[in-house]
């Protein structure tokens, strides 16, 4: 019971310390900051920000997919010259290892994801709100070009879900090592 | 008497058509066509010695070239966790654009960034992304042109101060374990300060009518101009 009771109190110092060290991270204004930084006072709040990109990027609930993974070699797509192509992977962490992590654009779930997956998709040039569903939600917004390849990864962590755009070398490596994630979704009964 | 009667009416109504027939007709068409007359006349000649100044002495055409620079400051600090991929941010001229002897784009002109990518500070401590692309400035007659130029800003991460803390709980109180701390511990997003300023060139080659434009000398001369 008493180590119970000791964790317990471990817990409650250590997330009251977890949300000082948030407050501390408020940006800093410049001293040197011209005359016009008034609008700074209308600007979002981080708080406020995530929501509005969570309601712009994540699907609705209760969609599901059925998932299973194509372990042979797939062919990859062509660039298409008046779209971007953006490939979404998992990478082989165990961490979260039997979520399935759900992929959404522009408030659509389009795909998911198991360990070691990736699967791509095009999308018209221009702003995209992106979201990763797995152990909460990882967001990222992105202004993607005609002609251009993408790689967003998908990163379940002991913190949370992140979404990280990656550079091409390290794309190209991670579709080379994983499989192709082919998935259906599934209908309501 | 009837044909009487009829004669005195058509006299009747010819004698007062016929001033009306006058003043629709004739005399005031004569005289507006005479204030018109006079009108043009004087409007070619305020306009003749201009026409024949412009004809005497073409003016030369200014080219703004493609990569001039331009030296921009951001107006407000741009948080990659307070703004949204596509949204505008604002800067400003830092420094007179000037080609030849004309002030091209004024000190304080308003440009506009884009933001291109957006990420907010991640778990694990690690920071978030920012990139920006700059898009447009406003010339001194109101015209804008493209600018080329790009901002990428990468959040720190927050590794030493977890290290710190973790220590510092570890110290403190056995149960802290590391594993526990390590879920509470975000990396910073990336920030551009307000004030940071940045080089811009101008995206290609402009042919601007410098009659739009005041020359560099302009103002300290209008200054000292006595009243």
């Known amino acids: ?189 | 008497m009837f044909t009487t009667a009829i004669s005195i009416l058509l006299a009747f109504s010819l004698g007062f058509n016929v001033p009306v027939q006058l003043f629709q007709g004739s005399a005031v068409p004569q005289e507006l066509a005479a204030l018109q007359r006079e009108e043009t006349s004087d409007f070619v000649l305020q306009d003749a010695p201009r026409q024949a100044e412009i004809h005497a002495a073409p003016q030369e055409s200014v080219r703004l070239t493609d990569g001039t620079q331009v030296h921009l400051r951001f107006i407000s600090t741009v948080a990659s966790s307070q703004v949204i991929a596509g949204e505008k941010v604002a800067l400003e001229l830092v420094e007179p654009v000037v080609v030849g002897s004309l002030v091209v784009i004024s000190p304080h002109s308003p440009a506009e960034a884009t933001v291109t990518v957006a990420q907010a500070k991640r778990s694990m401590g690690r920071g978030g992304n920012l990139a920006l692309k700059v898009e447009s400035i406003r010339l001194a007659d109101g015209e804008t042109v493209t600018l080329r130029a790009s901002k990428d800003v990468k959040g720190g991460d927050n590794q030493p101060r977890l290290l710190t803390t973790l220590g510092t709980a570890g110290m403190m109180y056995w149960a802290a374990s590391p594993l526990v701390f390590l879920f509470y511990v975000k990396g910073k997003s990336a920030t551009i300060p307000a004030g940071t300023e940045i080089t811009a060139y101008i995206g290609g080659d402009f042919t601007l009518d410098p009659s739009k434009f005041h020359a560099v000398d302009a103002s300290p001369q209008e200054k000292s101009a006595p009243k």
């Not at chain 1, 299973?68 to 797939?74: A, G, P, R």
């Not at chain 1, 909460?136 to 379940?156: A, D, I, N």
């Not at chain 1, 190209?172 to 979704?185: D, G, L, M, P, T």
Request: overall charge positive; hydrophobic content about 35%.
């Open chain 1, 1 to 189: 019971m008493k180590i119970i009771r000791t964790m317990c109190l471990a817990f409650l110092i250590l997330h009251s310390a977890a949300r000082f060290t948030d407050a501390q991270e408020i940006p800093t204004k410049s001293p040197q900051a011209s005359p016009a930084s008034v609008p700074e006072e209308k600007q979002r709040s981080e708080r406020e920000t995530r929501k509005r990109l969570e309601q712009l990027a994540c699907g609705p609930e209760g969609v599901h997919f059925a998932h299973h993974t194509e372990k042979s070699s797939q062919p990859l797509p062509e660039q298409p010259p008046d779209k971007a192509l953006i490939y979404v992977i998992r990478n082989g962490s165990m961490v979260g290892a039997a979520m399935r992590a759900k992929f959404a654009m522009d408030g659509k779930w389009v795909g998911m994801n198991r360990v070691s997956n990736y699967f791509y998709f095009e999308a018209s040039p221009g702003p995209h709100y992106f979201c990763v569903d797995a152990n909460g939600h990882g967001l990222l917004s992105l202004v993607v070009e005609k002609g251009t390849t993408y790689y967003l990864q998908q990163r379940l962590t002991m913190g949370g879900t992140d979404l990280d755009l990656i550079d091409a070398e390290k794309g190209k490596e991670y579709v080379a090592k994983y499989h192709r994630s082919i998935f259906v979704e599934k209908l309501k009964n």
